[in-house]
């Protein structure tokens, strides 16, 4: 079992920036690939970022491809993704995952197994 709890969302202007984090209970985080969602009102919950195990790999939405950039730091146990270049539709909840599988695309909130509670990210115009 691991407890993830994102921070650092807020309110930004279009053309800004923030960071979140997810920090991870337990001594496990380096056997999980850790991946960022997000859900906005009315809307599923998308694929937004993810990285595996080793921090070699990540995959982006091509939403936010260019823009976001994710990263670990398994000193601190935590993943963060940093989102630059804002738009009004990043506004969202955005959600910390983890998952136990070793293959796959990490693009589908199935495959992952432990969830965050969100972090809103508002983004305004």
């Known amino acids: 079992q691991v407890q993830l709890v994102e921070s650092g969302g807020g309110l930004a202007q279009a053309g800004g920036s923030l960071r979140l984090s997810c920090a991870t209970s337990?001594?496990?985080?380096?056997?999980?690939?850790m991946g960022w969602f997000r859900q906005a009102p009315g809307k599923e919950r998308d694929f937004v970022a993810a990285?595996?195990?080793?921090?070699?790999?990540?995959y982006f939405a091509d939403s936010v491809k260019g823009r976001f950039t994710i990263s670990r730091d398994s000193a601190k146990n935590t993943v963060y993704l940093q989102m630059n270049s804002l738009k009004p539709e990043d506004t969202a909840v955005y959600y910390c995952?983890?998952?136990?599988?070793?293959?796959?695309?990490?693009?589908?909130?199935?495959?992952?197994?432990?969830w965050g509670q969100g972090t809103q990210v508002t983004v305004s115009s």
């Open positions: 995952a983890a998952s136990r599988l070793y293959s796959g695309s990490y693009y589908h909130s199935f495959q992952y197994d432990y």
């Open positions: 337990g001594r496990t985080f380096s056997t999980y690939v």
């Open positions: 990285i595996r195990r080793s921090g070699g790999s990540t």
